[in-house]
Structure formats: C-alpha cells, structure tokens
C-alpha cells in the first residue's frame, strides 16, 4: 500500500506490535517500546511509538517509555513534559506520548532529575534512573571507584534519596532504577541502598540474564522488581524452541514465550 517508505515500515511496526499486544496482555503487566526502534523510521515511525504507547494503555498496561532523557534543567523539563506530563497551548492542555513511565539517565545529576522528579509528583508517574545497565561495557564507567564505593552504588545511593520525596501508598517511589540482569551479585547490594524503589530488570533471555539470578531484586514482600524480556517476546518465533508456530504465528509464540517465562520467574518464590 504504501511501497518501499518510512510510511510502509511504520504502518508494519504497529501492525505487528498490535498483534503481540493482543496476545500477551492478560498475562503481563507492563511493555517497554525502545523509542530509537521507533525513531529510526522518522516521523512515521514515532506515530507507530505513539499508536502503541495509547493502544497498550487501552489494554489496562502500564507503558514504561525506553527512551533514557536526561539534560541540563530546562531541557529536562521539556523531556518530562512530552512525555510524562503536558503542555498549554492557549487554554488548552495538551498531552504528547503520556507514558506512565520512562528510563533516565542520571548523568547531569540532580539539575537533570529534578525536573523528571516534579512532573511524576504532579502527574503520579514515575521514571527509572540508570544505575548498572547490562551491556558488557557498562563496567568502563559504572564500576569505577569514588570514594571506596563504585559508581552504581553512589546513584543507587542518589536514587534512594530522589525518591524520598515521592514514595507512594504502597511503600515504594516514584523513582525506581534500573540494574540488569546480568549482575545479581550486584543487583543484591543495589536493593539494599535502594529498598524503596522499584527495580527495572533488563537483560532476562537474550542477553544470557536467567531466572536463577533475579531473587536478589526482589524485597521480602515479594515486590519491588519488574523484569524484561525484549526480543524473547517479540522475536519469540526466530527460536527454534517455537519454530513451530511459524512466522505467520508470530504472536502465537510471543504468548508462549511469555508464559514460559512467567513460570520461571515464578520458580524462584
């Protein structure tokens, strides 16, 4: 319909997020749509960012925007306002993206938080702060020593306090982090500096995180992680452990996917 264009590409995008979506959404909580798959395919493929942010949201989902912001002050507060909050045009108050969440990065300190921190309190949204990601060289900064302690200790430790002026009903902030799966030994001293936020865990499946290591996230309750699986899910039907549903099926196997995922997390408890 739309022949070889930025058009046609964000037109499948959301066709086939929206099949996944079906599928899975009784049996999970939360997506994570990484804005740069988005961003790559321009203006239409923010639309399809867009159309499956509100569509997710009409299915009872918590959207956790991927889209790691953070900058001086006043750039900060226009990341926020697009999309966790709003802005006024004339007298009238309009919403961009309107995740529920978003990934941050602390780089720029508390001038680049702040900002993110004042909408979540305004909007009850929250955000996730970077603090030990699971790609392999996140070591190169992260696991450098100030003060005795490494780096990711010392923003758990920020988060912590960020967090302290928004903690909810349940307990738990509206500032959560994010530490990956692949370092348990690591995520174990970050739930202790952090006890009430909330932990993102990327890298489960693809990025070799197992069921095994994810018990130290979690606090006694039970609670205080979330744990994503990215092309596990999505790409589910390119395993040979679900090959036979086949490409036309592709949802069909993300659902299954999800479901064996489900209860090997659950194996730990």
């Known amino acids: ?101 978003i990934t941050v990065n602390p780089y720029l300190g ?3 938080i702040k900002p993110f921190v004042d909408v979540c309190k305004e909007e009850k949204k929250g955000i996730f702060v970077l603090v030990k990601t699971s790609n392999p060289s996140s070591g190169e900064l992260q696991d450098k020593e100030v003060d005795g302690k490494p780096l990711y200790e010392l923003v758990g430790s920020y988060v912590d306090k960020w967090g302290s002026e928004c903690v909810g009903e ?6 959560g982090a994010v530490v990956g799966a692949t370092y348990p030994e690591m995520g174990k001293v970050l739930r202790k500096v952090m006890p009430k936020s909330y932990i993102l865990v990327p890298g489960y499946g693809a990025q070799g995180g197992t069921a095994d290591g994810l018990k130290p996230y979690f606090n006694e309750d039970g609670l205080g992680a979330i744990v994503n699986s990215s092309r596990g899910i999505i790409c589910a039907y390119k395993q040979e452990k679900y090959a036979q549903f086949g490409e036309a099926n592709y949802a069909d196997a993300s659902r299954q996917a999800v479901i064996d995922m489900r209860d090997d997390i659950n194996s730990i408890f």
């Open 170 to 175: 349940s307990g738990y902030s509206a500032v």
């Open 1 to 101: 319909e739309h022949g070889e264009t930025l058009e046609a590409a964000g037109a499948a995008i959301w066709e086939y997020n929206k099949g996944i979506i079906d599928a899975v959404y009784d049996l999970i909580p939360a997506v994570k749509p990484q804005i740069a798959m988005y961003e790559q395919f321009g203006i239409p493929g923010l639309v399809a960012f867009d159309k499956t942010v509100k569509y997710c949201q009409e299915k009872g989902l918590v959207v956790i925007g991927d889209v790691k912001r953070g900058d001086i002050g006043s750039t900060s507060t226009a990341y926020a306002n697009g999309h966790l909050g709003s802005v006024t045009i004339g007298n009238t108050v309009c919403r961009g993206f309107d995740e529920d969440f």
């Open 110 to 112: 508390t001038d680049g």
